[in-house]
């Protein structure tokens, strides 16, 4: 054993000493050329090529570096033996990614890449305005010289879109408000938010599940149309009515619209912002992905008069939110004016493309107060009627509350009959049912019990009010029906060239083509 030590010194000796008469004959220049002409012969007859993705490129942070982190994170989590694990700002699951000089292979169409995460200590800096961290980071790819063609273009954009759904998949949605009107932060931002927590999902959404079904493929074909919106010349956005009585659930429907395809809320305050560039400032800081929402259009602005006219006579599309004067030729202006040219040019106009992948949802309790161009195809593609609640949402909300199935056997049968006949005719709003069953929830006997006491005395309390307006009508009701005798029949009763201010306001507001939908 000694003299094999012997050996191997003796070896290194003479190794050492070849290395320094090397240096000392051939000069810099020829040992680095030859030592580039070695690798480019090695690279030759190599059957890989080699890809670096450092963590930064030269002072800025390098897109691709943190798209294959986040990819490779998922098949991490399943192969790797040593892992890191992470969780980043706004994120509500835990990450897993390589280790410092850790190996993974992937395989993507048939074609085998290895990843290597390489870390080495980052030589001392000088001064610098921008210091650069101690370690340098990156991945090193190395793949089969005949895969080039598939892994640099298919390969490389299918990590991009996979990290983009991990990261949306993983980040905390949001619910952004307008409460500083239209006016920017320190940072330019018009918009606040939080993080956005509602429940609510289709799942649990108290509606026919037929027209559940119907709403979740409209939106899911819209998610995943963007070819389909690029060859047609049309802008990437839907728009959606709900409308219907207070409580039928519009706000869960677009809790769960945001659930269902992962999107973030803007929550637009019409009655916080003033003029129509404050409202073209708001749309332009929205991002893709997300829902904009103006709830209770009829209460935030008045649009029941389809046209104001000012003093100078002619048409003017003012619409004035509540307590904001009009400007006028009085001397006494007042820019603080919202149009509906501008509301309709947020929805369907020039503006409403500079971003992709949004949706507009409008609710209303008083569909008959909105201007008929606000609700023209093209602008409000959906309209979706929120009823009273139905058998067969009930029976949502008696799952969801008291975990009790009314399809099953014995007493629950004879429940559902009683209700199934009377619940058409009480015409009670979910969150009235809702309340009923909160109530009694620890009591699920109990709760049924009440809710068809309910139901079957708000029902006769209706049919008792119907009774006397048909012996007794008031004086408005006598009116309204003597206005309906005195209407022209349609078609006949108009005269030749008369204009007609619907037909004008939509030749104003321009075309769209999509086809409305109401449920």
């Known amino acids: ?13 003479v190794f050492a000493f070849f290395q320094t008469l090397l240096h000392a004959l051939v000069p810099p220049e020829l040992r680095f050329a030859s030592l580039k002409l070695f690798h480019r012969i090695f690279n030759y007859f190599s059957s890989y090529c080699y890809f670096d993705i450092t963590e930064i490129d030269g002072v800025n942070t390098n897109e691709l570096y943190n798209a294959v982190q986040l990819y490779l994170s998922s098949s991490a989590s399943v192969t790797g033996s040593r892992l890191t694990l992470s969780r980043q700002l706004n994120s509500s699951s835990f990450t897993f990614g390589l280790s410092n000089n850790d190996r993974l292979t992937d395989t993507f169409r048939g074609a085998r890449a290895s990843w290597e995460h390489v870390v080495t200590q980052r030589q001392p800096q000088g001064f610098t305005f921008r210091p650069l961290p101690d370690e340098k980071r990156g991945f090193t790819l190395r793949i089969n010289k005949r895969d080039k063609p598939l892994i640099l273009h298919s390969y490389l954009d299918f990590i991009i879109a996979k990290a983009n759904e991990i990261r949306r998949r993983n980040q905390d949605r949001l619910l952004y408000t307008n409460s500083r009107g239209g006016s920017l932060d320190s940072r330019g931002h018009p918009w606040e938010s939080v993080p956005f927590k509602h429940p609510s999902t289709f799942e649990t959404l108290a509606m026919d599940p037929a027209k559940k079904t119907e709403i979740m493929d409209d939106l899911r074909a819209f998610a995943e149309g963007e070819s389909f ?9 839907r728009g959606y009515l709900l409308y219907g009585p207070p409580g039928t659930g519009k706000s869960s429907m677009i809790a769960a619209m945001a659930n269902y395809l992962s999107y973030d809320i803007y929550d637009l305050e019409l009655t916080e912002v003033h003029t129509n560039s404050e409202l073209r400032k708001l749309l332009m800081k929205t991002t893709s992905k997300s829902i904009i929402v103006i709830e209770d259009i009829d209460c935030s602005i008045n649009l029941t008069n389809r046209a104001v006219t000012n003093r100078g006579g002619g048409d003017n599309n003012v619409r004035p939110i509540a307590g904001v004067s009009i400007s006028s030729e009085d001397g006494n202006n007042n820019n603080n004016t919202i149009t509906l040219s501008g509301l309709l040019n947020f929805t369907d106009g020039l503006w409403s493309c500079c971003g992709s992948e949004r949706i507009f949802v409008f609710t209303t309790n008083h569909i008959e107060k909105l201007d008929s161009a606000l609700l023209r195809c093209g602008r409000m593609d959906m309209h979706i009627f929120m009823s009273y609640c139905s058998f067969e949402a009930l029976k949502i909300l ?30 009670m709003t979910p969150a009235d049912i809702s309340e009923v069953l909160i109530k009694n929830r620890k009591n699920g006997e109990k709760a049924l019990a009440e809710l068809v006491e309910t139901l079957r ?6 049919r008792t009010a119907s009774s006397a307006r048909e012996e007794n009508p008031t004086e408005e009701e006598e009116e309204q029906e003597k206005r309906e005798l005195e209407m022209p029949v349609e078609g006949g009763g108009g005269t030749e060239g008369e204009d007609d201010p619907g037909k004008e306001e939509e030749a104003k507001a ?5 086809e409305k939908t109401d449920f």
């Open 1 to 13: 054993m000694k003299e094999f030590w012997t050996s191997l010194a003796s070896l290194m000796g």
């Open 229 to 237: 919106y690029q060859k047609t010349g049309r802008a990437w956005k």
């Open 398 to 427: 008696v799952r969801n509350y008291l975990g009790l199935d009314m399809d099953g056997e014995g007493l629950l049968i004879s429940v559902a009959k009683g209700i199934e006949e009377v619940i058409a005719e009480a015409e």
């Open 457 to 462: 005395s708000r029902a006769e309390r209706r």
């Open 510 to 514: 321009g075309g769209g083509d999509s």
